[in-house]
């Protein structure tokens, strides 16, 4: 699922909320993410209006911080997310929120989320469902302390770093997401957030964005070009035709050029009589296959070359030909 874009947020004693700019990137049916982390315990977050929570509001670390994941598939019209924050934090217990948006995306899976006092890094726990290929978000973030505070963030081995928002001052938190595809299906890597400074209070979570089903065209193998004599049964065979993510569900045999013949059968193959002529004679026929998803094959084409005709008479004085065509 290929990456849109994506924004953040920050304030610190504010009892009303947190909003994040919606990019003017995003397009009707792109899925955003939201990731918010507040820097005092008592600071619950709700979600911002018409957002589904794919992480509930949780405490970590004995109450030193909050986090929450929320998320939406943009429509139209769509205004500003605000993620609420009803209780105003405590002086120093600040708030941060990170937005990031894909398109692509039909649904989710959301793994286990990690939590804790981390000095440094962060795991973003493996997910165990879905197959090879799928695009995975990592989401973190991370709490300073004393008089310290993230303000930078890397994800290894294999994620790309999209963006976050970091802390501008003591006790905020800073918070950001990253992505990599999944080399095999089943459990992912653990993709591991690396903030430059020692944090005590940090989470981070894998979400799986599963896309739309895509569907490859079947390729349609018509067989090899034959040479017959006059008056033999002919059999095409298309059975050599193939489909990499399904099977063939039909098979249509066509005549493209040369005089007309009768196909008889069905499935893979088609027979018909060679016609005869002095002159011999050329044919080609066409092969397209529909798999079992409806999509169809170009057409691949073979040639049948009928060789010329002629009857003989034997005599005594050997073969005389009599009639040919």
């Known amino acids: ?26 397009q009707a049916g792109d899925w955003g993410f939201i990731g918010t982390m507040a820097g005092g315990g008592s600071n619950a977050s709700t979600a911002p209006a018409g957002w589904s929570t794919l992480v509930p509001d ?9 986090l929450a994941i929320y998320g939406r598939q943009y429509q139209a019209g ?23 948006w894909y398109s692509g995306v039909t649904s989710v899976n959301v793994g286990t ?30 709490k300073g302390s004393g008089s310290g505070f993230p303000s930078s963030l890397s994800f290894g081995p294999d994620a790309t770093l999209r963006g976050a928002r970091y802390a501008t001052a003591n006790f905020y938190p800073s918070i950001g997401g990253g992505d990599f595809t999944k080399a095999t299906a089943g459990a992912t890597n653990i993709q591991t957030a690396t903030w430059n400074f020692s944090t ?4 981070g979570v894998q979400i799986e964005l599963v896309g739309a089903a895509t569907n490859s065209p079947p390729t349609a193998n018509a067989g090899a070009d034959q ?7 002919v059999t095409l065979d298309g059975s050599a035709s193939s489909d990499s993510d399904g ?19 069905s499935g893979a193959t088609r027979t018909f009589t060679a016609p005869a002529n002095s002159a011999g004679a050329s044919l080609v026929f066409g092969l397209t296959a529909t798999d079992d998803d409806g999509a169809t094959s170009t057409q691949d084409n073979m040639a049948v ?3 010329p005709h002629v009857e003989w008479l034997m005599t005594s004085g050997g073969l005389v030909p009599i009639r040919s065509g």
Do not use: K
């Open 113 to 142: 989320l990690g939590t804790g006092a981390a000095a440094l890094t962060r795991d973003c726990p493996s997910l165990t469902t879905g197959g090879a290929s799928r695009e995975v978000l990592c989401i973190s973030g991370s």
């Open 78 to 100: 769509d205004a500003n997310p605000t993620v609420g924050y009803p209780t105003a934090p405590a002086s120093g217990n600040n708030i941060a929120a990170f937005g990031i």
């Open 1 to 26: 699922m290929p990456y849109r874009d994506s924004a953040g947020a920050q304030v610190g004693g504010n009892g009303q909320g947190l909003s994040i700019t919606i990019p003017g990137t995003i």
């Open 227 to 233: 040479t017959v004599d006059s008056f033999a049964t």
């Open 247 to 265: 099977t063939i569900a039909s098979y249509a045999w066509s005549q493209v050029s040369g005089p007309a013949v009768t196909l008889s059968g």
């Open 58 to 66: 949780t405490l970590i670390n004995a109450g030193a911080a909050r």
């Open 305 to 307: 070359t009928v060789l």
């Open 200 to 203: 005590a209070n940090s989470f």
